[in-house]
């Protein structure tokens, strides 16, 4: 009976002097690629856990923090080492975020609906106002350019309800001009300046009007026109002359 039992605690002991060599050999692979900074003993530790799982993680394997068997063909630990893995890509240069001024909208399906029934009158005044099509015409024949449309469709809408809604183009270019620039100094707008109806426009209105606690039109309404100082009349005008009930007196004008 001595024998069979001298010859299991062998067995046992070849197994156990086994696995505390392939624990070593994977803290020397895992100090080696900078994942384990604690000695080399054989040893299971916290600090071994931790180094597999922070080489799990980086290779793409499952996070056990065990020595498993995929971890050790990956290490090249009890067998053939594995092909080294290809280098990973070089990090891509960080990106800007994309510039989304609504992203802290308190209502978003309110600014959604708004915007797809704006979208949908610009499609329908965009159909009404398309031309038939052209027919065919002889190429030898040079035809003068046709005159390009005026950019002033959107600016009623713009102005809705507010004393530019028929003021003449010109004017309510300068004051779209006017208020984008005011905008783009408070960071609201981030586009070019160019007195022009657009979707940046319409972002950057919005995100002031939320800002500002105005109701979300996206539009240049009154209180928006009266809080970006742009309403007609705001200027305070120096009289050249007193009027004729008033008199000098001391330099100051009196009644």
Known sequence: MKLPVLLSLTLLM?????????LRRVQTELKNQGFYYGEVTGEASAETTAALRRYQIRHGLEVTGAANKQTLGA???GGARPAAPAAPPPPEPAKKPPIHLRKDQPDPEDDRAFLDREQAQRSARAAASSLPPEPPRDRSVVLPPAPLVAPGDDFPVLFAQTPYATAPLEVQQRTLRNAQATLASRGFYRDI????????????????????RLTLT?????ATLSALRLLPGRAVLR???????QRVYRGIWVN
């Open 14 to 22: 070849t197994a156990v002097a086994g696995a505390d060599d392939q």
């Open 75 to 77: 290490l090249g630990v």
């Open 193 to 212: 300046i160019d007195g022009l109806p657009g979707p940046a426009t319409e972002e950057a209105l919005l995100s002031y009007q939320r800002a500002a």
């Open 218 to 222: 996206g539009r240049l309404d009154l």
């Open 239 to 245: 009289r050249s002359a007193p009027e004729p009930t």
